[in-house]
């Protein structure tokens, strides 16, 4: 049994996590998004506005890059802020509701986790280096440039993409295997599938279970 008073400072304790990870992960999610979306339209006018042939397509494919990685932020949002602000507008006036609410937030933690988890792995490497190769096959073979201008073109745009993804925030990964530390051994990392088990709570005015899988 799992007393009301431990519901209570789990779910207290996941909601601080989730708050204390807004500010860098909001700044990191915004700020990409931000440099993509201008570097977007940027390029898409120079692009429209020059006479020149080669500043055209480099502008043109430029900007159709970097509206993909645009499109990459939206995809694969991180708001543990915005989960926070979902988690503590949900009720908790009986231990029925608190058992339902700290299962709400250890989900809200469990996926925010996975989703810097996957932001980390080797499957946003490959995608962004397909990206990336694609722009330096285009600029080499495409536009019948040198095989250096696509290398550059691929380098530069490499160099981007790195450096988004080791500055991606990890706070709620190391949040996440902190909370399955302290209150459930041998959960280590998003993803793992523990066997079930069964929670009861009981206070003043009723009694609930909770199944955690």
């Known amino acids: 049994m799992m007393p009301d008073s431990l519901v209570k400072e789990r779910i207290q304790c996941i909601q601080t996590m989730l708050q204390q990870d807004k500010i860098n992960t909001d700044r990191w999610w915004y700020g990409w998004l ?24 480099d502008m043109a494919l430029g900007a159709a890059t970097t509206a993909l990685g645009a499109v990459g932020q939206l995809i694969a949002p991180l708001h543990p ?43 946003a490497h490959a995608l962004y280096g397909a990206v990336n190769l694609s722009s ?11 095989i250096w201008a696509g290398v550059g073109n691929l ?17 709620s990964m190391k949040n996440y295997e902190a909370y399955c530390r302290k209150y459930n051994p041998g959960i280590m990392t998003a993803g793992y599938k523990p066997r079930p088990e069964v929670y009861l709570c009981a206070a003043p005015g009723g009694v609930g279970m909770k199944i955690v899988f």
């Open 34 to 57: 931000g440099g993509y979306s201008a570097a977007t339209v940027g390029q898409g006018a120079v692009s429209m506005m020059s006479d020149d042939k080669s500043t055209q397509q």
């Open 81 to 123: 802020g915005r989960q926070a602000e979902l988690l503590i507008n949900l009720p908790e006036s009986t231990c029925g509701e608190r058992l339902a609410k700290l299962a709400v937030a250890e989900e809200y933690l469990k996926k925010s986790a996975e989703t810097e988890k996957l932001g980390k792995s080797w499957k």
């Open 136 to 146: 330096g096959l285009i600029t080499w073979l495409g536009f019948n440039r040198s």
């Open 155 to 171: 380098a530069m745009n490499t160099v981007i993409s790195e450096v988004q993804i080791w500055t991606q925030p990890t706070r």
